[in-house]
């Protein structure tokens, strides 16, 4: 083909959008362009380790039973439909070839290079995330639960509610009070509303453990800083702290946690608290994927942002939401950033996916700015606190508030709909305090029942002979 043909040829052929993450920034930028744009303009393909996008503000209550976890996520193939949706994992991105290395669930079958492929776009959009901001504090990799995922959030709601199976079946007395005391380091809005919702969750459990009362149960929340919620006001923090004072969970501000081997916390102010939980929420950091990137970083390793979300320096990359260092243009002070929430992800999401398609069009690009309109959360059932557009509400309006607020932001009709159909229905039935420990090893039953066999019962023709206990 003739070199003018060629370029012709790709003149014509619909720009390559590649999105790099299914999270908040992920599913509405590629949703935003499915909406934008026709399908002779661009292609857009959304690369994902999971095929759904997990709604982490419901997280809590996830844990804690009251929303069944299936509907905190959504499926992306279900929302993005006129969009390629490939689970898989993005390891490296070379910018200054308009490439990424890629590995996705085939990889390992199909072979290759190390079990990865090399994918082209001509528009790339950087949207990870972040993952735990974990320290260097002996034992935590060993003893240490998160709380960023639904697998975490089903995790943790089966160990809490199997501690107090431990408790009520134990006799010594060491062994049911380390069950029965749970530590939960971070008190952000992840770290507060967990320890709220499953505190809720587990004293009302104890109804049915004869030899439990509540007040056995001891919570622990540990807290760097010199206060919590950093997002929200200070009065409204205070307040959340009385609050959860006042339900006996403890409180310990301006505490680090220096070590929990062993299963037994060390606090800075000289603690020592023998635990089976603990619950690590302290702060988040930049997806370690940007480590593998040739594009410019801040030195909290976020990638540098101009106020319409392209990476800075660089032409034809985007970025948004935790990974990225995005100009506060409403902020009083010079040189601040936005942080890193869902509400700033959100808003991010609407205006980059219109620079994407302004600037595939040639047009002009729209800035980043916006004003925070408040933060609510929840501190249990019928619990909460919220200061929104300088009014502080507490205790149920401001639960309710936080419902409302997160049930309109949560994608789908379907998954409205199924929530809000939970929701009424635990306001007339009990929670559930089932838990489903199995989970973790989903095989164990089959694998008892399956092996070893007797040496002289024989099995079908063409089967192995018996299996050493333990096989697989």
Not at 262 to 289: F, I, S, Y
Not at 425 to 431: E, K, N
Request: aromatic share 4%; hydrophobic share 40%; with cysteine.
């Amino acid at each position: 083909m003739p070199k003018a043909s060629r370029a012709a040829h790709t003149a014509r052929r619909p720009a390559r959008v590649l999105v790099v993450g299914g999270g908040f920034v992920g599913l509405y930028t590629a949703l935003g362009l499915q909406r934008a744009l026709t399908a002779g303009e661009a292609d857009v393909t959304v690369v994902s380790p999971d095929p759904y996008m997990t709604y982490q503000p419901f997280l809590p209550e996830a844990a804690a039973g009251t929303i069944s976890p299936r509907h905190v996520v959504v499926p992306l193939r279900a929302v993005l439909d006129r969009c390629t949706v490939v689970v898989g994992e993005v390891t490296a991105v070379r910018h200054g070839e308009r490439a990424v290395t890629l590995r996705t669930a085939a990889s390992a079958e199909e072979g290759g290079a190390g079990g990865q492929r090399v994918r082209e776009y001509d528009e790339l959009v950087l949207a990870p995330g972040s993952v735990s901001r974990t320290l260097p504090v002996p034992g935590l990799a060993e003893h240490g639960i998160g709380f960023r995922t639904v697998e975490e959030a089903i995790g943790l709601r089966n160990h809490v509610v199997e501690q107090l199976d431990i408790a009520a079946s134990t006799r010594d007395p060491a062994v049911r009070d380390a069950a029965l005391t749970f530590v939960f380091v971070g008190g952000g809005f992840a770290g507060v509303q967990a320890v709220a919702e499953l505190e809720d969750m587990a004293r009302h459990a104890t109804r049915y453990y004869r030899t439990i009362a509540p007040g056995d149960l001891k919570w622990i929340l540990v807290e760097a800083a010199d206060r919590i919620l950093p997002e929200a006001d200070e009065e409204t923090a205070h307040y959340a702290v009385r609050a959860l004072r006042a339900r006996n969970i403890d409180v310990r501000l301006g505490t680090r946690l220096d070590s929990c081997e062993d299963r037994v916390a060390h606090l800075g102010d000289g603690t020592r608290l023998t635990t089976r939980t603990l619950v690590w929420t302290a702060g988040v950091r930049p997806h370690p994927l940007l480590d593998a990137t040739d594009l410019p970083r801040d030195t909290r390793g976020r990638l540098v942002c101009t106020e319409h979300l392209s990476v800075a320096g660089t032409r034809h990359a985007w970025a948004a939401g935790d990974a990225a260092a995005v100009p506060d243009l409403t902020a009083a002070e010079p040189g601040a950033t936005c942080a890193p929430t869902a509400q700033h992800a959100l808003r991010q999401a609407a205006v980059l996916a219109g620079n994407i398609a302004a600037s595939l069009r040639g047009g002009p690009l729209a800035e980043y700015r916006h004003a925070s309109a408040g933060s609510v959360a929840s501190l249990g059932l019928h619990k909460g606190v919220a200061h929104v557009r300088g009014r502080r509400l507490t205790g149920r309006p401001a639960w309710l508030l936080h419902r409302a607020y997160h049930l309109g932001r949560m994608p789908t009709t379907d998954r409205k709909a199924r929530i809000l159909a939970e929701w009424t229905l635990s306001g007339l039935f009990r929670r559930d305090i089932v838990s489903l420990g199995s989970l973790k090893h989903p095989r164990a039953e089959f694998e008892t029942a399956a092996g070893p066999r007797p040496p002289d019962i024989p099995g079908p023709p063409g089967t192995p002979g018996p299996r050493a206990p333990g096989g697989s």
